[in-house]
């Protein structure tokens, strides 16, 4: 079962600006990733950040982590037409399953 | 790279039908996982296994059923289709933890869309 919500739920952006998305959990975590998926497609991991870490960043994307509030946000900065995809965080609890959220469907207009 | 193959990316059966659906990977990875993905549901854990011939149920393993006969292979069997089983069906695979350091990092196929009538 889902154990958090992405948010928003969509997201309509312009070439070049910044575009935020957010992700709340319930349970302690081991870590937490983020995954895009292009529609149709399957998921393509982005980055994974664990718990004793607060920022983490590759490329145009920076994810934050605050255990104590237990939410995670994903930024794209600079964001591309190319960008226009669903993104999903998931939830290591213990163990080796994840839990994914509901995801964020970002559109990117040029 | 990881790659994780399913054996069909579209698939069209009828009620009562029993469906296989196949999932390679070629990185031996130890876990392999099937999900099915519908709007607004997110994904959603079928079944699991960890070691061949190993399997544990996940949220909604009910009217499927798996086999991992093999390391790279695994399979999600529809024993009976039923219209409610209509969606998109995602494989993945991932090293087991502890990993010396390495990540539980999920790697999907691209999907399987099933459609049943």
Known sequence: SQQGEEDPQ???IQE??????????????????????NSGRGLVHLILIRSNEREKHSGRLRVTLDT????????ITASRAADTASYFCARNNAGNML???GGTRLMVKP | DVKVTQSSRYLVKRTGEKVFLECVQDMDHENMFW????????????YFSYDVKMKEKGDIPEGYSVSREKKERFSLILESASTNQTSMYLCASSLALPAGGL???????????????
Do not use: H
């Open chain 1, 16 to 37: 070049g600006e910044n575009a935020t998305m957010n992700c709340s959990y319930k349970t302690s975590i081991n870590n937490l990733q983020w995954y895009r998926q």
């Open chain 2, 35 to 46: 999900y099915r993905q519908d709007p607004g549901l997110g994904l959603r854990l079928i």
């Open chain 1, 99 to 101: 839990t994914f959220g």
């Open chain 2, 103 to 117: 990540t539980d990092t999920q790697y999907f196929g691209p999907g399987t869309r099933l459609t049943v009538l």
């Open chain 1, 10 to 12: 969509a997201l309509s």
């Open chain 1, 68 to 75: 104590s509030k237990k939410s995670s946000s994903l930024l």
